[in-house]
């Protein structure tokens, strides 16, 4: 069972996905389909930056969180193509994806710029959700572990327990992403356990234990409830079924 200390934390990350009209839609159909689970299970999805605002207004009052999918580490500035944190606070988000391995392995995101992101985004009041995971030669040459550690010492390096305690990680491994081809149960359950004991050393139990730590890479409606059944895997973070309203509802309704 999953510690029931943590909220379960299911969050749909739409990628480069969904025109506004199309995101209304979704936001709208989801919104009917979740509205039963009441405060059971936390929710949020991940539109692109462009229809943040439309699908803020379309969730209004209703138990979806917005979420951004990165964001940059100033406030303002010369950064072209970049997007503050304070914007997506403005725009209505509670929550930003920091860390993805598409930003690492296409845009050049690193351990340290993960970390100045997520200052950026404490600073402006809102929840990052820290992704890590190992790729399919990492986890094939016995380095899974390691790797997920360093991630996490570089990505949250400097943070206060306090602060930590906000946090949600995301456990994707790579060869699990968009592939059909889920981690086991048991994959997830050694990988979360491992960077619970992890931010345990670093940060003092009592932070650690209230650190919601999601699995994402292929969670679909028929794997979902054996992956949430572990205790250390408090939530989903769901690319391609997060674009169909059913399949994200059902994800949903294994958590709750
Ligand atoms: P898929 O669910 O499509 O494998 O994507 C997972 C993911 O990258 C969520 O951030």
């Not at 951004?68 to 010369?78: L, M, R, T």
């Not at 970049?82 to 690193?110: D, N, W």
């Not at 986890?139 to 991630?151: C, H």
């Amino acid at each position: 069972m999953s510690n029931p200390q943590r909220r379960p934390f299911i969050a749909g990350n739409w990628k480069m996905n969904k025109t506004v009209g199309e995101a209304l839609s979704l936001a709208r159909e989801l919104r009917g389909l979740v509205s039963m689970v009441r405060d059971r299970v936390e929710m949020a999805v991940a539109p692109p930056f462009t229809a943040l605002h439309s699908v803020a207004r379309a969730l209004e009052g209703s138990n979806i969180a917005l979420a951004a999918q990165s964001c940059h580490w100033e406030a303002f500035g010369a950064f072209t193509g970049e997007v503050s944190a304070p914007m997506l606070k403005e725009v209505g988000c509670s929550y930003v994806i920091i860390g993805h391995s598409e930003r690492r392995q296409y845009f050049g995101e690193t351990d340290e710029t993960v970390n100045r992101r997520c200052q950026a985004v404490l600073k402006a009041g809102l929840v990052p959700i820290v992704c890590v995971g190992e790729t399919l030669a990492e986890r094939e040459a016995g380095r899974t572990l390691e790797v997920v550690s360093r991630q996490l010492k570089g990505g949250l390096a400097g943070f206060s327990p306090a602060e930590l305690a906000r946090f949600v990680v995301a456990y994707e491994p790579v060869w699990a992403i968009g592939t059909g081809r889920n981690a086991t149960a048991d994959q997830a359950q050694e990988v979360h356990a491992h960077i619970r004991e992890q931010l345990v050393a670093a940060f003092g139990r009592e932070a650690a234990e209230q650190v919601r730590i999601q699995y994402g890479g292929s969670v679909k409606p028929d794997n979902a409830g054996s992956l949430l059944s572990k205790p250390d895997v408090d939530g989903a973070l769901v690319g391609g079924a997060s674009l169909k309203a059913s399949d994200f509802a059902a994800i949903v309704k294994a958590a709750g």
